[in-house]
């Protein structure tokens, strides 16, 4: 992301050890953004609609959300139809990143409002190789300021 637009990264992925995976190849990428990592779908509700916790928070903005569909509290696909249904948070650009490649679990991330879906390869060389080649399509990516 060039330095007209700083972009901070929502990471909502529950697996610390696939978060770490992914934020180390997304800076092998050249990937400098702030990189914010919450580990449940209720966390990253509260924080982007500045709920619960995060109530006195100050959202960072512009916002690029990379989402896990497997999560504890609220699964991905109930935060996805959350902040899409939602004025405040609808236009913020959603990457899906998980290991499911049903094409039904696709096309439903798709009618629920994801602008990308990726899938997470299990293994540990593709899975590095795939969140590079992200961190590529990331720092060229432009979203709405909010």
């Known amino acids: 992301m060039d330095h007209q637009q700083p972009v901070t990264i929502l990471l909502v992925e529950d ?4 978060a770490l995976l992914i934020e180390k190849n997304l800076r092998r990428a050249g990937i400098t953004n702030k990189i914010l990592t919450l580990d449940t779908g209720r966390k990253a509700v509260d924080f982007l609609l500045k709920e619960g916790d995060y109530s006195a928070d100050v959202q960072p903005t512009p916002l690029l ?3 896990d569909l497997h999560l504890p509290v ?4 109930e935060v996805l139809k959350i902040i899409k249904s939602d004025p405040r948070t ?5 990457m899906v990143l998980t290991t499911t490649d049903n094409p039904q679990e696709i096309t439903r991330c798709y009618e629920l409002g994801c602008n990308v879906y990726v899938t997470k390869p299990i293994e540990y060389g593709k899975f ?3 969140i590079r080649t992200l961190g590529l399509f990331i720092s060229i990516v432009k979203v709405p300021e909010q």
């Open 128 to 130: 590095s190789e795939a």
């Open 65 to 67: 959300i990379l989402l």
């Open 15 to 18: 697996d610390p050890g696939h």
């Open 90 to 94: 609808k236009s913020i650009p959603v």
């Open 74 to 77: 609220l699964d991905g696909y």
